[in-house]
């Protein structure tokens, strides 16, 4: 699908004109164009990349290839940038999907193989300024307000993000079982990861078009997207303290595991100690000897009784007071 707003004199002039005037709307002096292609079909690629707009074939196959990273490449006419959006029409939290930007002197292009719900708010509200009532617009300040919208879209995964480490964190102070533990961990873990590995390369790109030595970025602009650069940092920042936190969690864990280890072996060694002295007493009391002088007395069998309940109950004792029992 092919999404057109035409302004001329930096004024809004009207929406999704034919596609064969393009051409002579592109030519005419003072008209600038916004042209999105959402999901678009082979014959829409072709001819607004290849026959309107006449791009390098290495941006055509970028465009309609999957790109790996962020990357932002300058040619004599534009600039190219591939961006990557978060995808919230699939599970995955982190799905992203890739957003090519080509901007020129009096041109954007935007071109995303999926639509994508934060291109349509900000066509919509470019679209809804009407005839006559757009203040001073530009192909970058176009830019500006899709790559900060990128960037809003991002709030609703942090959010989920928040919520998933503090859930993690009543489980680690909780009695959860490593079993149910460590895929929590290892999930949100990766997930972190993810998101800085897609954040860092991306507030690479606005840094590099804030420098302002692009050609295709007004000084206008500029201080705005300084303040992009500055909302990607924010983002990678929030998820390497994030990803400390964890780890610090993961550290509590441990320890409260190993002290909790350490309690049991207490206790087991406590109740192996309470058994000395029946062992010690009734061992040497119970050999089968032909004569025994200290047995020969009535009150013997009642006096080592005593003495092996006087020796548990004084040990019993001292390891309560040592703490473990």
């Given at each position: 699908m092919i999404t057109t707003l035409v302004y001329r004199d930096h004024r809004f002039l009207q929406q999704n004109p034919p596609l064969e005037s393009l051409a002579a709307l592109r030519a005419e002096p003072g008209v600038?164009?916004?042209?999105?292609?959402?999901?678009?079909?082979?014959?829409?690629?072709?001819?607004?990349?290849?026959?309107?707009?006449?791009?390098?074939?290495?941006?055509?196959?970028?465009?309609?290839?999957?790109?790996?990273?962020?990357?932002?490449?300058?040619?004599?006419d534009y600039l190219h940038l591939v961006m990557h959006a978060v995808d919230y029409s699939k599970t995955d939290k982190f799905t992203t999907t890739d957003i090519d930007l080509i901007l020129g002197k009096t041109f954007l292009l935007t071109f995303h193989r999926q639509p994508l719900r934060l291109v349509q708010q900000v066509l919509e509200r470019h679209a809804r300024s009407g005839p006559g009532i757009a203040p001073v617009r530009g192909p970058d300040r176009f830019a500006h307000s899709l790559l900060d919208q990128l960037v809003e879209a991002y709030k609703p995964a942090l959010d989920e993000l928040r919520a998933d480490l503090e859930a993690v964190e009543v489980s680690i102070l909780g009695q959860t079982s490593p079993q149910e533990l460590f895929p929590q961990i290892v999930a949100l873990r990766k997930d972190l990861a993810t998101l800085r590995q897609i954040v860092r390369p991306q507030r690479a790109v606005a840094v590099e078009l804030a420098s302002g030595k692009t050609g295709f970025v007004r000084p206008v602009v500029v201080p705005y997207l300084r303040d992009l650069a500055e909302d990607f940092a924010r983002i990678e920042s929030q998820a390497a303290a994030w990803g400390e936190q964890l780890i610090l969690g993961f550290r509590v864990y441990l320890n409260k595991s190993s002290h909790q280890a350490n309690e049991g072996i207490k206790v087991l060694t406590g109740l192996t100690a309470l058994t000395m002295p029946p062992i010690l007493i009734g061992g040497w009391f119970g050999m089968n000897f032909a004569r025994m002088p200290e047995l020969a007395a009535p009150w013997a069998y009642p006096a080592a009784a005593f003495l092996t309940l006087a020796a548990t109950g004084s040990l019993f004792v001292f390891l309560r007071r040592r703490r473990w029992l």
């Open positions: 600038m164009l916004w042209i999105d292609l959402s999901a678009p079909t082979p014959e829409e690629t072709s001819a607004i990349l290849e026959q309107l707009f006449a791009l390098h074939p290495v941006v055509v196959e970028d465009c309609t290839t999957d790109s790996p990273f962020p990357k932002i490449d300058a040619f004599d």
